[in-house]
């Protein structure tokens, strides 16, 4: 079946270094990928978002990168603040046109 | 506006109340979802309304009844839930897959059932 998983469950970076979360995925057949942002208390904010006929894209700060050979994504978030800190989640628009396939988060620290 | 409002942003019910609650979006979204997350997990669907028509209903106890009075609104009616109900519970829309699908979430509605 479909899965969208997380390697990480929990990240610590240094204020002002680049984060890096990951995301492999099982369904060689998704063709759009999500990530969200979610602050304590908050619902999922929508961060970035990537098709399968790229291999990067980039936001404000941010980056995602798409390996389809090996079903993995990943979220870069440069010169990280204290903002940043958050549960993120990679999610996959399966096979139905409406429904999200959640990955299982990964929660970043930022140290001060 | 690309807001999603949920009201109430609280609400603690005994397991003999009934209560709703309530989704609003301004974006001409035409697919409009609930959601159930528990701590520490992600979202899970509950229902997809498309079209004001339940079309997912990811095999939800029928203590939850949504409902879907206008393209604009969602509603959840709760009725006699148990304990292990209560969890933030989102209400989400979206385009569809096919034109700028990410879902728009609202801040979402913590319910604790006593």
């Known amino acids: 079946g479909e899965s969208v998983g997380l390697h990480l469950p929990t990240l610590s970076v240094q204020e002002g270094d680049n984060s890096i979360i990951n995301c492999a995925y099982s369904?060689?057949?998704?063709?759009?990928f999500i990530w969200y942002k979610q602050e304590s208390g908050k619902g999922p904010q929508f961060i970035i978002d990537?098709?399968?006929n790229m291999d990067k894209r980039q936001g404000q700060r941010v980056t995602v990168l798409l390996n389809k050979t090996v079903k993995h994504l990943s979220l870069q978030i440069a010169a990280t603040q204290p903002g940043d800190s958050a549960v993120y989640f990679c999610?996959?628009?399966?096979?139905?046109?409406?429904?999200?396939?959640w990955g299982a988060g990964t929660k970043l620290i930022i140290k001060p | 506006d690309t807001e999603v409002t949920q009201t109430p942003k609280h609400l603690v019910m005994g397991m003999t109340n009934k209560k709703s609650l309530k989704c609003e979006q301004h974006?001409?979204?035409?697919?409009m979802y609930w959601y159930k997350q528990k701590a520490k997990k992600p979202p899970e669907l509950m229902f997809v309304?498309?079209?004001?028509?339940?079309?997912i209903n990811e095999s939800v106890p029928s203590r939850f009844s949504p409902e879907c009075p206008n393209s604009s609104l969602l509603n959840l009616h709760l009725h006699a839930l148990q304990p292990e109900d209560s969890a933030l519970y989102l209400c989400?829309?979206?385009?569809?897959?096919?034109?700028?699908?990410?879902?728009?979430f609202g801040q979402g509605t913590r319910l604790t059932v006593v």
């Open positions: 369904n060689s057949a998704s063709d759009y």
């Open positions: 989400a829309s979206s385009q569809g897959r096919d034109s700028g699908t990410e879902a728009f």
């Open positions: 974006m001409g979204h035409r697919a």
């Open positions: 999610a996959e628009i399966g096979d139905s046109n409406y429904q999200l396939i």
């Open positions: 309304y498309s079209y004001e028509k339940l079309s």
């Open positions: 990537i098709r399968s």
